[in-house]
């Protein structure tokens, strides 16, 4: 089974279904992204302790950068001298950017918001800013990403009703702008210069009818090459972020790949593939590793306890990382323990390489037609291991 054209620029084609679960390649002038994936976050132009070497490793086939913090450092015209960050950063495959939006409502120390944008103090000095629609895509097509993501603002996941459709309604009319703009710098650039795909984000908070109403408003100001949902997994229970997936599923456009903003633990991510969603992305497998935390089959562990001071075995006996390939649990403890920089690198290779090759079997489920099987037994192995290691000595 195949939707849409094969091929051109943008173009998504889904090869396999099962349910609202789809197996789709999205199409970019770097490269091809096979869907359902997952996006490794290179906030400031790197996924922190890793190479873009070792992401190629990995498999990652496109990452994440951010418009805000790439915007304050290293600055535009460092990225534009650079000739873009995929040059500054040596990333030969597809980037996408969050346009800052999230970022400037929650990093900012002092933000002011009014119709026309968001002005603000950076976090790291206190400097003045402000962003607009049209600045933010302008910003972005400095950076040079293959994706670009549309204004918006972000509402609370328990916003109150009044402060959702005063976030729903900013953000449609921000889109407008966006669009605009992404039109403007499309007409008079070719080439590198040309600014990259425009997706739309859609709001609504917690509340189904501000979803349904937002996402139909968001279409038809298209067409899009894609569509992303935000304002989930801000602070809403799991519960209300599926309910609003399962309203959501089949409003979306079939042809369109669907991208759920800021989500990367296993378990939601494999449940959002059941409900139709096709992108990932979340600083979670590396904030996680960073701690000493490693997602494996059988649930999260905390790698710096103590009953793993002689063990020998790998971190996931099913993982293929450099991590699980050559180190065991004994030697990663005693990294981080130590305080060893490697102990680091080691659990976020391991952990992002975890959620790409989850999403990569998900994909292969889809495509065998028995998606819906394995990922039950999946997630019922992951949960039930998940709590085993709570309250742990790590002395």
């Known amino acids: 089974m195949t939707d849409g054209a094969a091929g051109g620029e943008g173009a998504f084609t889904i090869e396999g279904r099962e349910g609202a679960a789809r197996a789709g390649t999205l199409h970019l002038g770097r490269g091809r992204v096979h869907t359902p994936t997952f996006m490794p976050v290179g906030t400031l132009g790197t996924v922190k302790a890793l190479s873009s070497r070792d992401l190629e490793d ?7 950068g951010n418009a805000y913090h790439l915007y304050l450092r ?54 003045l800013h402000r962003i607009t629609p049209e600045r933010s895509i302008d910003i972005q097509t400095v950076i040079g990403s293959d994706i670009q993501m549309a204004f918006d603002e972000c509402a609370p996941g328990e916003a109150d009703r009044d402060a959702a459709r005063a976030a729903v309604e900013r953000s449609l009319a921000w889109l407008v702008r966006c669009r605009r703009r992404h039109a403007e710098l499309a007409a008079r650039s070719a080439g590198d210069g040309a600014p990259g795909l425009l997706f739309p984000i859609f709001q609504g908070a917690s509340y189904v009818d501000l979803r349904l109403e937002s996402l139909e408003r968001t279409l038809a100001r298209g067409p899009w090459p894609g569509i992303a949902i935000g304002g989930l997994s801000v602070g809403e229970s799991k519960g209300i972020t599926l309910g609003i997936l399962d309203a959501c599923e089949s409003h979306l456009p079939t042809e369109l790949p669907r991208y759920l903003m800021g989500v990367g633990y296993p378990d939601d991510i494999l449940e959002a593939v059941r409900r139709g969603v096709d992108m990932f992305d979340c600083v979670a497998p590396t904030r996680n590793g960073r701690n000493g935390t490693a997602f494996t089959e059988e649930g999260q562990v905390n790698v710096r306890g103590a009953r793993f ?13 450099e991590c699980c390939r050559g ?10 323990v ?12 391991h952990n992002l390489r975890f959620l790409i090759r989850l999403t990569s079997r998900a994909r292969a489920a889809i495509l065998r037609g028995d998606f819906e099987s394995w990922a039950g037994a999946w997630l019922e192995r992951y949960r039930s291991g998940g709590s085993r290691n709570e309250g742990e000595s790590q002395c």
């Not at 969050?98 to 944008?117: C, K, N, P, T």
């Not at 063990?311 to 990382?321: A, H, I, N, V």
């Open 74 to 127: 290293p600055g535009l015209e460092v990225l534009e001298n650079a000739g873009g960050l995929h040059r500054f950063m040596s990333w030969r495959r597809p980037i996408l950017t969050d346009s800052g939006g999230f970022q400037v409502f929650s990093l900012a120390r002092i933000r002011a918001i009014d119709d026309e944008g968001v002005t603000f103090r950076s976090h790291i000095d206190g400097s």
């Open 338 to 349: 130590c305080g060893e920089i490697l102990g680091l690198k080691l659990l976020s290779v």
């Open 309 to 321: 001071a002689g063990d020998g075995g790998p971190l996931d006996p099913t993982c293929d990382c």
């Open 58 to 64: 990995l498999e990652a086939e496109i990452v994440l």
């Open 327 to 336: 180190y065991s649990r004994a030697y990663v403890r005693h990294l981080l």
